[in-house]
Nanobody, 126 residues
Framework: VQLVESGGGSVQAGGSLRLSCAAS????????MGWFRQAPGKERECVVA????????YYADSVKGRFTISRDNAKTTVYLQMDSLNPEDTAVYYC????????????????????WGQGTQVTVSS
């Protein structure tokens, strides 16, 4: 599975960005998807995740009400809409994919994801 992220950049606090992750190499609807981020000196953390169908989602407390994950299985792409950004959201954001036979499965742990994108930088200035 190849994952290619796009949409990162720099924005002022309160602004918005939309990240995209295009997947190839495997049936997209067989993949649970997630977005992780890693800030300098911090561990990589799961911020959002979505199951195979898109019907179930997970949000870290720090992003609830501000971030929205969605997927388009026809376009084999997962999206991360980020609104009301603040400087604490500054990090490298990674798209991740995990294979599961259970359509309802949501993965939140790093070890559950077999495939990773190269990462895209998001910088929020105050």
């Amino acid at each position: 599975v190849q994952l290619v992220e796009s949409g990162g950049g720099s924005v002022q606090a309160g602004g918005s960005l939309r990240l995209s992750c295009a997947a190839s190499g495997r049936t997209f609807s067989s993949l649970a998807m997630g977005w992780f981020r890693q800030a300098p000196g911090k561990e990589r953390e799961c911020v959002v995740a979505i199951n195979r169908s898109g019907g179930s989602t997970y949000y870290a407390d720090s992003v609830k009400g501000r971030f929205t994950i969605s997927r388009d299985n026809a376009k084999t792409t997962v999206y991360l809409q980020m609104d009301s950004l603040n400087p604490e959201d500054t990090a490298v954001y990674y798209c991740a994919a995990g294979v599961t036979s259970y359509i309802g499965r949501i993965y939140t742990a790093i070890r559950e994801y077999a495939y990773w994108g190269q990462g895209t930088q998001v910088t929020v200035s105050s």
